[in-house]
């Protein structure tokens, strides 16, 4: 069972390159041995005032090299370059896992009253926080086109 639907790999994999959305976005890979072992996308989202941002999505690693670091070293070294490099200041994603696993790397829950999923909590990392609640009303309200 792949993708959360009843599909063989073929079928989830074709699903996969068929979509618009995963078209969209810049894929980043870790390999290990030569085999893909954790994956990540990463759009580039609207800005708000000269902030840019990127959205990042379908961050996974593969079931039997879980637990290994691979996502978290994906995760930050994602944020490390945009951050630095591209002066991202704003990270956007939607956690479909508990939120504690993107709060190490400084993200944050929006306000529950703009969340707009039950099953996802959209979350922010962003560099000066005084314009924090104007940037998550822009998000949640700019964002999910995206993800
Ligand atoms: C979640 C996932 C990406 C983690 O990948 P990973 O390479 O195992 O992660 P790392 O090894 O870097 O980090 C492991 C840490 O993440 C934590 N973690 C793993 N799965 C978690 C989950 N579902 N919720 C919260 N924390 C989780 C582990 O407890 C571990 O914590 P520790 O360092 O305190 O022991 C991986 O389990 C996965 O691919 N899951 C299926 C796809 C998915 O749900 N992706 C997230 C979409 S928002």
């Excluded at 994999?13 to 030569?34: A, F, L, P, T, V």
């Excluded at 759009?43 to 996974?60: H, K, M, T, V």
């Excluded at 945009?82 to 994603?93: A, D, E, G, W």
Aim: net charge positive; aromatic share 14%; hydrophobic share 35%.
């Amino acid at each position: 069972m792949f993708g959360g639907k009843n599909y063989s790999l073929d079928e989830y994999m074709n699903e996969c390159r068929d979509s618009i959305k995963y078209q969209k976005g810049i894929w980043y890979i870790i390999e290990h041995n030569h085999k893909l072992v954790s994956s990540i996308i990463v759009y580039s989202l609207p800005s708000l005032d000269n902030l840019l941002a990127i959205g990042l999505g379908s961050l996974a690693t593969k079931h039997d090299e879980r637990l290994r670091g691979y996502s978290s070293k994906l995760l930050q070294s994602i944020i490390e370059e945009y951050q630095k490099k591209l002066k991202i200041s704003t990270f956007v994603l939607y956690a479909e896992i508990n939120t504690k696993f993107y709060e190490r790397f400084g993200f944050q829950a929006i306000n529950q009253s703009l969340q707009k999923y039950n099953n996802a909590t959209c979350m922010i990392r962003h560099i000066g926080y005084e314009n924090f609640r104007q940037i998550e009303k822009f998000y949640a309200e700019n964002s999910i086109c995206y993800f």
